[in-house]
């Protein structure tokens, strides 16, 4: 099914340009160009992130910032094992993929800190990222309040995946 989907969304919107009467080939160059210009203002946002949590991980200051904020999550009921994956997931996906692997891989998909994990990569989003792509793509500058709702969300996020796992499982 998948195989024709995209042809199939070819074919309609050819229909639609050649019904209208349109140049779909202009059209078709005209948003090329767009989307360059939207890749041209995200990507040094895109660059600044992915480094940044590669210099992170790299350095080991993502261990130690774990080892300092594990006591935290646990008065919350947060796994401590699971605190480089709290601290990861808002800047980064991939990495916060690669670090519930490896926590999957170390513990068990089936085990408390495998299937908090598991519920918190599905339950949290990566903030950093969003608000810069979809900030900078809007020409936003000042993210005022922002930040710190989407911040508290992703902690409740945390927080409910791990309430969430411990009572049904």
């Known amino acids: ?24 080939y202009d059209l078709m160059l005209q948003g090329a160009a767009e989307g360059l210009r939207l ?13 940044a949590v590669y210099m992170l991980r790299a350095s080991g200051a993502m261990e130690i910032l774990s080892s300092f904020f594990s006591p935290v999550f646990s008065v919350f009921g947060i796994p401590p ?7 990861i997931r808002p800047i980064s996906g991939s990495a916060a993929l690669a670090v519930g692997a490896e926590l999957m891989a170390e513990y068990g998909v089936d085990s408390l800190v495998g299937r908090t994990a598991a519920v918190m990569l599905g339950s949290t989003e990566t903030t950093f990222y969003t608000i810069s792509v979809y900030f900078g793509a809007a020409g936003i500058k000042k993210t005022r309040y922002t930040l710190p709702a989407a911040l508290f969300s992703d902690f409740v996020g945390f927080f409910m995946a791990s309430l969430t796992v411990r009572l049904l499982f």
Do not use: C, G, H, W
Request: proline share 5%; net charge positive.
């Open 1 to 24: 099914m998948t195989d024709y989907i995209v042809p199939l969304i070819l074919l309609l919107s050819s229909a639609l340009v050649l019904r209208k009467k349109e140049n779909s």
């Open 81 to 87: 094992q699971t605190a480089m994956l709290v601290m």
């Open 39 to 51: 890749l041209a203002s995200i990507l040094p946002a895109l660059i600044f992130l992915l480094t």
